[in-house]
């Protein structure tokens, strides 16, 4: 499992994270909520080894990352689904998918191959496109390609940033059919997400993150009932 | 004077066979403004430089001139590696102009060590293929070119093969399109930036020796002129463009030939540098730019 404890991290002289503590289960999908520029895309950022932490600590089944970089993350198995998804625009689907798989030996090569394959099973969208370049695609199918390149490292943790922005309505349903298809198959997902309905349907742990401090941890039914967050994300009364 | 189509013809063919070592240098260019999104002005006297090891190794140490081909390229592939570091690495990342005068220091810098060193004279560089000379037809051909335009190549064959064949290409390409998905893939971006430099060096320092053995001499008054040629290929080739690189290096070849017949060669070097700015104003993406900016 994922623990972090009282993580700091800073831009220049702004601090986004001010002592975040947090944990995600093992084979469970825990959802972090919260407004823009409440640091939660600096946290997937810190957690994923691209920004160091000024203080604070990340545990990853035992093992410390605080402060390892991003390859070195990767080869622990967290992968992050950066916001944006950032394909690599010139190049095609397919290598796209052999660069996730760069961390894995060359002695695998078969293996990576069949992986390949599953993802093209599983994203079917891709297998049509494979040859074209990934800039091409549309916002939703650079979504799916962004999601087999992390699977592609074959990772422990799955971290999502926001899977689900920009998309119409139809492809982040497709989207949220796949995170519960990859919870279903035993992978243990953080999700940030602004889509709290959609969100309802596959987390089984929430964390509310408001100006780099997390203001609410609970579950589902603990967060339906919290009146604030019924008013600021159900639109509830 | 009186200038034929034969003249024309042959000043081509003389340019292009002469172009394949700018091509050659504009690939080098090229390489690394596609790793770092930057340009790298100490480039061709890093490449020039490197084919002044390989001289002096060889008038040093007793050994076979042709290891100048080898020993000189190496040797740029580690100024490459210097440069990287000293002018490259730890500029803050979002500041622009930060490694580019570093790299203007560092041409400056490199020119004048050759300079100290050689008291500024010309050194003579070992041929190709000394007085081959062949006729095809009416047009003579110079066989020292056309192993010059063979090695240069060869040479690309092998960079294009490293880029889209190999696992260090696709890191390579993917570190230059997106660096942080390219970190989140597991891909050492840095090393795999230091890498292109040295590969960028080994192929200018090619480009270096081939240039030297081509006229025959190496001197430090090339670095300047080969830096502004390199740049204008890359430009027209369009930044960031192999491809339009290599048909820049070889249109820039053959016109600077064409000028050289046509208005001689004091006159030259105006003309290829008004087509920079006709390139600039009316094509200012190049032959091949891409729209396509990294997100």
Redesign the interface.
């Known amino acids: 499992m994922l623990s972090i404890n009282n993580l700091e991290t800073s831009y220049g002289l702004i601090k986004a994270l001010k002592g975040v503590s947090l944990d995600a289960a093992e084979g469970e999908v825990t959802c972090i909520l919260g407004p823009n520029g409440a640091g939660k895309t600096t946290l997937m950022f810190t957690l994923s080894g691209i920004i160091k932490p000024d203080a604070g600590s990340i545990d990853f089944f035992g093992t410390s990352l605080t402060g390892l970089a991003a390859p070195k993350v990767l080869r622990e198995g967290l992968a992050l689904v950066p916001e944006n998804r950032l394909v690599f625009p010139l190049m095609s689907v397919r290598e796209n998918l052999l660069a996730g798989a760069y961390t894995r030996n060359r002695s695998d090569k078969d293996e990576v191959e069949a992986d390949i394959e599953k993802m093209f099973a599983r994203f079917p969208v891709l297998k049509e496109r494979q040859e074209q370049n990934a800039g091409t695609l549309s916002g939703g199918e650079q979504q799916m390609l962004a999601l087999a390149r992390a699977l592609m490292s074959r990772p422990k943790m799955l971290l999502l940033d926001e899977p689900s922005v920009g998309l119409a309505p139809v492809i982040v349903n497709e989207v949220f059919a796949i995170i519960k298809q990859l919870k279903e198959d035993g992978l243990s997902i953080v999700l940030v997400e602004q889509n709290v309905v959609k969100a309802l349907e596959v987390a089984d742990h929430f964390y509310l993150l408001d100006q780099g401090r997390v203001t609410f941890a609970g579950t589902p039914g603990e967060m339906e009932n919290d009146d604030v967050i019924k008013r600021a994300y159900l639109g509830g009364g | 004077m009186n200038i034929d189509h034969i003249d024309v013809i042959q000043a081509l063919i003389d340019g292009i066979l002469y172009g394949s070592t700018y091509a050659l240098l504009g690939l080098g260019f090229t390489l690394i403004f596609g790793a770092m999104h930057k340009l790298n002005i100490a480039y061709a006297a890093s490449s020039i430089a490197g084919a002044y090891v390989g001289l002096a190794s060889i008038s040093v140490m007793a050994i076979p001139p042709i290891l100048v081909f080898f020993i000189g390229p190496l040797s740029a592939g580690a100024i490459g590696l210097v440069i990287y570091f000293a002018c490259f690495r730890y500029m803050p990342t979002g500041n622009q102009l930060a490694p580019l005068m570093a790299s203007i220091g560092a041409l400056f810098f490199v020119d004048e060590i050759i300079i100290h060193e050689t008291s500024g004279s010309p050194l003579s560089f070992p041929a190709l293929l000394p007085d081959s000379y062949f006729f095809l037809g009416q047009f003579g051909i110079r066989g020292d070119l056309v192993m010059v335009m063979f090695f240069s190549f060869v040479l690309m064959g092998i960079v294009m093969f490293l880029l889209y064949r190999t ?1 260090l290409g ?2 390579t ?2 570190t230059s ?2 660096s ?9 971006t840095h090393r795999t930036n230091a890498t292109t430099f040295v590969l960028a060096g080994i192929l200018g320092g090619f480009a270096g020796c081939l240039i030297a053995a081509a006229v025959g001499v190496l001197s430090p008054l090339i670095t300047l002129p080969l830096t502004i040629k390199g740049l204008i290929v890359t430009v027209i080739g369009g930044l960031g463009s192999i491809r339009g690189a290599i048909i820049a290096g070889f249109l820039i070849g053959s016109f600077e030939n064409i000028f050289l017949l046509v208005r001689g060669v004091n006159e030259r070097d105006i003309y290829v540098f008004l087509l920079l700015f006709v390139f600039l104003v009316f094509r200012p993406n190049g032959l091949f730019g ?1 729209a ?1 900016d ?2």
């Open positions: 696992k696709l890191a390409r993917a399109q997106q942080v998905a390219a970190l989140l893939c597991g891909i050492p891409t396509i990294r997100d």
